[in-house]
């Protein structure tokens, strides 16, 4: 059983070493060439100095190159640091700053746009470009070096860790602006990969596309269950919902997952019904599946089994529901994944009752280390949970999500809202999810965002962006009047506003309600105050 994240590429090279473990175009890498490009190039990370839990960052879209580097850095005993490519040299110069790398790997074309990014990274040492190295001067005593001189003595062995050490950083979005750095340890990661690969039931026939960026956990964990089940993973960098469709049928995917934003797309295109036949699962995390986007591809994929799951970084995955149920609870989050248990607590710690509203608590194998550098918001966090069992005091640090959710009387869990996107209005607290679900029930919206700005009567007035659905003809003031049908007065925006082309996203792909908060708050409010 692998205990470190690089022995699930290890025991599957043992398995069956030339089973194709990669593919990426139209090359493919097996698990024996894997393995050992992993091995290789955690010996030239060594070689060049890297330290026990030294930082490796990863900017680089998804190629074979990414994977042995994140695996590579971990086996040599660093954190991999892996960089959304679709951030900018101001975004990855705090990132590296921030958590202090000390080696990158990037391509030649990213690094010709980062010169001015390494100014705050006194103890960055190397880049290792993938192709040939951009004519380009850095500050510092920085040497850029390719990465055919990265591989090493695959026999040289890494700094001793076990599978509580720190093995990456993930960064992602923050209430104050900057992302915050989660750190996972190896146990983190290896138990999410053995506790996904139970309830999807992943063999070695499995066929992945991995078309989520790797620096979110749900994109990463995609490559490390494959790895542990011996599977393959397909690796896209798309630019259009259609080559996704197109790849899902040329590659015979078993496997597809996605956020809701792209399934929204993904569900007004038209799939071959080939697709259903090798298509056996697709799954939903990031946030809520609208109820007309999930009928949309039930119809499109009779055969293949939907699975909706909820989790954040911190904790991995908390829940998700078997297919069996999304007739029964199609509004549901489900139940606790293999390995963890799940609590809905009162503001003062105690269980809420059954439909009682309460922040969901999360304890078990998948808890991170807590955040970077960052004591005050990793105890705001990451709390102890004492329990005593057959006289042995056990005390071990659980997350609060900051999620409010309900339980039924069956144990499902509801999916409320979160503390910090609750709209508080007229004395009620709404949750924009629930807005944002009735817009998209009209089958006129694409896209939509609720949110709340101040009000000096109500507290918060409710603000919507929305944009319209392909072929709909879209009016603020009839998608009004279909709110005021269908919901309470209370819940009815006081102010909407209709935008053409994708609404801003935040680095994992999940519509940026923050963003759009403040960027129109002072014309917001305004409006909802007239």
Known sequence: MADLVHDLIAQSAQKDPERPALKYRDAVLTYRELHGGVTSFASGMLQAG????????????????????????????????????????????????????????????????????????????????????????????????????????????????????????????????????????????????????????????DRLLAVLPLSFDYGMNQVTAMCLVGGLTVLMNYLFPRDIVTLVEKEKITGLAAVPPLWIQLSQ???????????????????????????????????????????????????YLPPAEIDR?????????????????????????????????????????????????????FKPLTNQERGIPLTELAVWSGDLVKMDEDGYLYFVGRNDEMIKTSGYRVSPTEIEEMLFST?????AAAFGVPHPVLGQAIAVIATPANGATLDAEALKSKCQERLPSYMVPGHIEIAFGPLPRNANGKIDRRRLATERQDLFTKATHG
């Open 50 to 205: 890297l330290s026990r839990a030294d930082r490796v960052g990863v900017y680089a879209e998804k190629r074979f190159e990414t994977i042995i580097a994140m695996f590579g850095a971990a086996r040599a005993g660093g954190a991999f640091v892996p960089i959304n490519p679709l951030l900018k040299a101001d975004q990855v110069s705090y990132i590296l700053a921030d958590c202090d790398v000390r080696v990158l790997v990037t391509t030649a074309e990213r690094l010709a746009g980062l010169s001015s990014a390494f100014s705050n990274c006194p103890n960055l040492t190397h880049i290792v470009c993938i192709g040939p190295p951009p004519a380009i001067e850095l500050s510092g005593n920085i040497r850029v070096v390719p990465w055919t001189s990265m591989q090493g003595n695959s026999g040289d062995a890494g700094h001793r860790v076990i599978d509580h050490d720190m093995a990456a950083i993930l960064y992602t979005s923050g209430s104050t602006g900057r992302p915050k750095g989660i750190v996972l340890s190896h146990r983190n990661i290896v138990a999410g990969a053995n506790s996904v690969a139970e309830y999807l039931e992943l063999t070695p026939d």
């Open 443 to 447: 089958r006129l919206v694409e896209e």
């Open 269 to 319: 295109l038209s799939w071959p019904s080939s697709i259903s036949e090798h298509l056996r699962y697709f799954t939903n995390s990031g946030g809520h599946l609208p109820k007309e986007t999930l009928r949309a591809l039930r119809a499109a994929l009779p055969k293949t089994k939907p699975f909706l799951m909820y989790g954040l970084t911190e904790s991995f995955r908390s829940t």
């Open 329 to 381: 609870r199609p509004d549901s989050i489900g139940k606790a994944i293999p390995n963890a248990e799940i609590f809905v607590v009162r503001p003062d710690g105690t269980p809420c009752g059954p439909q009682e509203p309460g922040e969901l608590v999360h304890r078990g194998a998948h808890v991170s280390l807590g955040y970077w550098n960052d004591p005050g918001r990793t105890a705001e966090r």
